[in-house]
Nanobody
Framework: QVRLVESGGGSVQAGGSLRLSCVVF????????MGWFRQTSEKAREGVASISSGGAETYADSVKGRFTISRDNSKRILYLQMDSLKPEDTAMYYC??????????????????WGQGTQVTVSS
């Protein structure tokens, strides 16, 4: 059973930075394609960034140039570096995984496993 545990959320002022982490248990991490999603009470869960098992990256237009997704296969950790944060980035952020090799989709139905989420709050 794949289990995902996120950390690194918090409160920051606009223009600041945060780095989210997601540790993966129960499967060979290097074989998983991974993604970060976010959700608010007013908006449905949306894809932010994804990285395939081979390292190919995809970003939502709203975060291009500000967020960077990366993975450390030796540590089984997925990262999301978030810079130049804006109040509209405030959301619960979720880590997601799929066994589909080479996937870079940002569609939530493309992922099979989800973490519990970590809250990011950006104040103006």
């Amino acid at each position: 059973q794949v289990r995902l545990v996120e950390s690194g959320g918090g409160s920051v002022q606009a223009g600041g930075s945060l780095r989210l982490s997601c540790v993966v248990f129960g499967y060979t991490f290097s074989s998983l394609s991974m993604g970060w999603f976010r959700q608010t009470s007013e908006k449905a869960r949306e894809g932010v960034a994804s990285i395939s098992s081979g390292g190919a990256e995809t970003y939502a237009d709203s975060v291009k140039g500000r967020f960077t997704i990366s993975r450390d296969n030796s540590k089984r950790i997925l990262y999301l570096q978030m810079d130049s944060l804006k109040p509209e980035d405030t959301a619960m952020y979720y880590c997601a995984a799929t066994r589909a090799v080479g996937t870079t989709t940002l569609a939530r139905w493309g992922f099979d496993y989800w973490g519990q989420g970590t809250q990011v709050t950006v104040s103006s």
